[in-house]
């Protein structure tokens, strides 16, 4: 059965945007030829969900669409219909990830923020975590867990450390 996977960055004090959704403190792991597993993970997916703000992050970012080639959803409470690159989802989320996980296909990518991940925590809707620990400390900003979710068990699956500093947690949930 396809995984939903949840696969982001996270600053050492648990923050994947600092002030201003400024996503400055990852240029400190940036390394030529390094991708941190990137390329084999977005291998194993076809589907993108992602929160309205991470969306428009991601197109203003100079080149084409980086998922251009997979089926994406943008979650949404504002917007609807599509656009070039996603289809805009307001409905029940649970009732997204229940349709998308008994169709055939890869895995499912969860690329943020962290409205949509609390949701998807608070309903238990999360397979798999990958979390990459950015050396840094941001202070302030958007951080990754939200208080007000239900206490969840997870399984360390592996761990892998680089010498940016980076460090890459992989969890199953229980």
């Not at 080149?63 to 805009?88: L, M, Q």
């Not at 238990?124 to 951080?143: E, F, H, M, N, W």
């Amino acid at each position: 059965m396809r995984k939903v996977i949840v696969y982001i960055a996270t600053s050492l004090d648990g923050f994947i945007a600092g002030e201003n959704d400024s996503l400055d403190f990852l240029k400190s792991v940036e390394v030529p030829g390094e991708d941190y597993g990137y390329a084999n993970f977005i291998n194993t997916i076809d589907t993108v969900i992602m929160g309205r703000k991470t969306y428009d992050v991601i197109k203003a970012f100079d080149g084409p669409f980086w998922h251009a080639s997979r089926k994406c959803y943008v979650y949404s409470n504002t917007r609807t219909g599509s656009d070039d690159n996603v289809e805009y989802y307001k409905g029940d989320i649970a009732e997204l990830i229940t349709k998308l996980k008994a169709e055939e296909g890869k895995d499912i990518f969860i690329d943020g923020g962290a409205g949509l991940v609390h949701e998807l925590m608070k309903q238990k809707l999360i397979d798999r975590y990958c979390i990459s620990i950015i050396p840094a400390i941001v202070g302030t900003g958007v951080q990754l867990f939200k208080q007000g979710r239900p206490q969840q068990e997870v399984r360390l699956l592996h761990s892998s450390t680089f010498p940016s500093g980076l460090v890459q947690l992989w969890y199953d949930a229980v």
